[in-house]
């Protein structure tokens, strides 16, 4: 009888323990489910745009002016030549199998020092345009350094405009050593002072919880009044990279093939830079690895752009390293996924890859010197 009752008491222990369990998980779920909400599209970002004293006035842009743009996925200053990704995953050539582990940057010292990196490979290519991908403004995994900021403090006498694709509630992913809570996105830096600026959500997977974890993906408009009454477009775009199939990259694409349809139409003149996280210069196998083509590299088909427009990148380096292992030059997987879609009233001087070696982050920064026809 004593037993009996010794056996209901821990009975009843345990029912409490996993009771309170449960309500803790169930809070939690509801608490990030609450937070969750995707940003609106069209957003105009005008009033948010850092204004420059010294930018310059498009209105002076001619067809002998030579331009030049850079973009850059900076990898929120965690991506140095040791780091790996807890969410890359990918194999070897005698199939040996490898998982990143990392979710932050592995200190703040870590990620001070990559962001400086960045800004200062940046700074010293001295570009009209600059366009910056995964750049956390308030994020646990930098250590809450507001990125952009450092940016305008360096690049003075450039205007900035920042938008969101990357705001969560506090993530408890991967439980060893969470993500945490993230305010993160695209950056545009700029000489010329920005007319207008718009934000343009890409469709995403809305899908329960991956929604909750995935990026609010977009791509920004920055605009540009010239003196022959069109406009000069610059645009920062990261497409979505986790999408097995493809389905939520194709339905991004056509989303921006039919922004570019339009602003033809105008007969305006636009270069979107950006982390296209496809293979844009058919690039696969051109670079020395151990590695197998991993699963998120899909190859870019340039037919599928609307008439009008091309791609501009390069392939005498790699722009993109796999994130699975830490980098080793000649056994990491690398591939081109960063550049430049222009339209055909763009004319394109040069397209180069500026070789970091994958210091700060990993992707390698592209810049286009180019001029209009007008």
């Given amino acids: 009888m004593k037993q009996k009752k010794i056996f209901k008491k821990i009975m009843i222990s345990l029912l409490s323990i996993i009771g309170i369990l449960l309500l803790i998980v169930g809070s939690y779920v509801a608490y990030v489910a609450i937070q969750y909400y995707r940003i609106e599209d069209n957003l105009d970002l005008t009033n948010d745009i850092y204004r420059s004293n010294t930018s310059l006035d498009a209105k002076d842009i001619d067809s002998s002016t030579e331009l030049s743009i850079l973009t850059y996925n900076i990898g929120f200053g965690a991506y140095n030549r040791d780091y790996d990704f807890f969410l890359d995953e990918g194999y070897m050539l005698d ?10 940057a592995l200190s703040y010292d870590w990620a001070k020092t990559n962001t ?15 366009t910056i991908q995964e750049i956390d403004v308030n ?15 360096k690049l003075n006498g450039y205007e900035g405009v920042y938008s969101s694709n990357f705001h969560t ?18 950056a545009t830096f700029s000489r010329y002072k920005i007319d207008k600026c718009t934000r343009k959500s890409y469709p995403v997977d809305k899908s329960f919880p991956t929604k909750l974890f995935d990026l609010d993906r977009c791509f920004s408009v920055s605009r540009y009044t010239l003196s022959n009454g069109k406009e000069l477009v610059i645009g920062n775009s990261h497409m979505s990279a986790y999408d097995k199939g493809g389905v939520i990259r194709a339905k991004q694409l056509t989303y921006l093939s039919e922004f570019l349809a339009e602003e033809k139409n105008k007969g305006n003149y636009v270069i979107i830079g950006g982390d296209y996280n496809h293979d844009i210069a058919s690039s696969n196998g051109l670079f020395p690895t151990m590695q197998k083509r991993p699963d998120w590299v899909s190859d870019f088909d340039e037919s599928s752009l609307p008439e009008g427009y091309r791609i501009e990148a390069s392939k005498d380096i790699p722009t993109c390293r796999s994130a699975d292992m830490p980098y080793e030059e000649g056994v990491t997987y690398t591939v081109v996924v960063d550049g430049f879609i222009v339209s055909d009233n763009i004319n394109a001087i040069s397209v180069k890859n500026i070789n970091t070696e994958f210091a700060y982050s990993d992707h390698n920064p592209v810049v286009l010197n180019f001029n209009l026809i007008m």
Avoid: C, W
């Avoid at 199939?95 to 932050?104: I, P």
């Avoid at 400086?116 to 600059?130: L, M, R």
């Avoid at 050593?177 to 305010?183: A, H, N, Q, R, V």
């Fill in 95 to 104: 199939g040996t199998h490898v998982q990143g582990t990392h979710s932050r």
């Fill in 116 to 130: 400086e990196g960045s800004i200062n490979t940046v700074f010293n290519e001295n570009v009209d345009f600059v």
């Fill in 169 to 186: 509630a506090y993530l408890m992913y991967p439980p060893t050593y969470p993500i945490g809570k993230s305010e993160s996105g695209l």
């Fill in 139 to 153: 994020a646990h995994r930098s250590y809450k350094i507001n990125q952009y900021e450092e940016f305008l403090n």
